[in-house]
């Protein structure tokens, strides 16, 4: 039977992601821990959240799960959502925080006033459902039209250093990027389990994904 690790660090709604992935998964064994053991000894590793960067980072490190998940995003199938995608850049404006430095490139936030193509005002944080143009091709978009509507939730985006990066992008109303891929790590700004349809074949496609390089430690 497959693992998967949902990792609880004491930030966002593990409840649903989790609930989201036994539904796709359902020959799964789904665990949210806040264990590194049981995140290093499983076979897939899903890393959500949600709050601030600097909270997040300190609970990452405060509950010794910060070595646990470099080492999952480096040679597992691993997932990110929403910050579990922001943490692993280089540094956060929120707070001026650093993040993993698993990615090359920053986490930038929104400007504070956002106009709309017709003139209208655009809120922070960008909260709603948003079209995705899928960039790359990847196992995890199989089965999802382009341009498919996605929720999102969130005030901060990431700005990857190198364009390989960019398995997604956005618009609010700049493009920016709302998914990042490479080897065994995808990574994604808005949130799957909320995401109906096209979010739950986004898990069901990460719960049965066989990358072709999953270890990162050989790709530098």
């Given amino acids: 039977m497959s693992s998967i690790a949902v990792i609880d660090y004491g930030m966002g709604n593990l409840r649903s992601v989790s609930k989201a992935i036994e539904h796709v998964a359902p020959g799964a064994q789904v665990r949210v821990t806040d264990d590194p053991a049981v995140v290093r000894d499983a076979d897939r590793v899903v890393f959500p959240g949600q709050g ?14 910060y070595e646990a998940v470099i080492d999952a995003a480096r040679d597992k199938p691993f997932l990110g959502i929403c910050i579990g995608l922001q943490m692993l850049f280089e540094r956060s404006e929120e707070g001026d925080t650093p993040g993993l430095n698993i990615l090359p490139g920053r986490v930038r936030r929104f400007a504070h006033q956002l106009v709309g193509g017709n ?8 909260m709603g459902w948003n079209e995705v143009e899928q960039r790359v091709e990847h196992p995890l978009w199989s089965g999802i039209a382009q341009n498919s509507r996605f929720y999102f939730v969130h ?12 398995a997604g992008i956005s618009r609010y109303p700049a493009e920016f990027a709302c998914a990042a891929a490479r080897e065994n790590l995808f990574a994604v700004q808005f949130h799957p389990e909320k995401s109906a349809a096209a979010g739950l074949r986004l898990l069901a496609n990460f719960a049965t994904w066989v990358p072709v390089e999953r270890n990162l430690r050989n790709a530098a």
């Fill in 119 to 126: 003139g209208q005002k655009l809120k922070v944080p960008h």
């Fill in 52 to 65: 601030a960067m600097p909270d997040c980072m300190r609970e990452l490190r405060g509950r010794g799960l």
């Fill in 155 to 166: 005030s901060y985006y990431p700005e990857p250093g190198i364009p390989g990066l960019t």
